[in-house]
């Protein structure tokens, strides 16, 4: 299971997106976890950041939920279990230090 980054949008309209604060996004993991406690499902082991918006435009938030997420006595996941998908590999994706993975995408679809 992996929860991603996601953009609060006004339907289609990507003018009007927000993106999400680093506590925002680890809401999502903190009651991830809770559904698959409660729910006696597996628990959450890996974290991908992706989704309709471009993690790489949200860096600062993005960089301090990893360091969050694989911080021991918090959520506690391996350096390799967080992944930042982007296809923006900028200064301050690569200056983040080898704490997760990045995936860089050689494609992006783009509107006309």
């Excluded at 299971?1 to 009007?16: A, I, K, R, V």
């Excluded at 390799?80 to 982007?86: A, F, L, N, P, W």
Aim: charged residues 20%.
């Amino acid at each position: 299971m992996s929860t991603g980054l996601y953009l609060l949008c006004d339907g289609d309209e990507w003018e009007n997106c927000d993106s999400l604060s680093s506590d925002e996004i680890l809401v999502q993991m903190f009651f991830a976890r809770k559904i698959c406690r409660l729910e006696q499902l597996p628990p959450v082991t890996n974290v991908v950041f992706m989704g309709m918006g471009e993690p790489a435009d949200n860096a600062e938030e993005v960089i301090r939920a990893s360091r969050i997420l694989t911080t021991r006595g918090l959520f506690q996941l391996g350096a390799g279990k967080v992944t930042i998908s982007t296809v923006a590999l900028t200064p301050e994706i690569l200056s983040h230090p080898g704490r997760v993975r990045l995936c860089p995408g050689l494609e992006c679809p783009c509107r006309q």
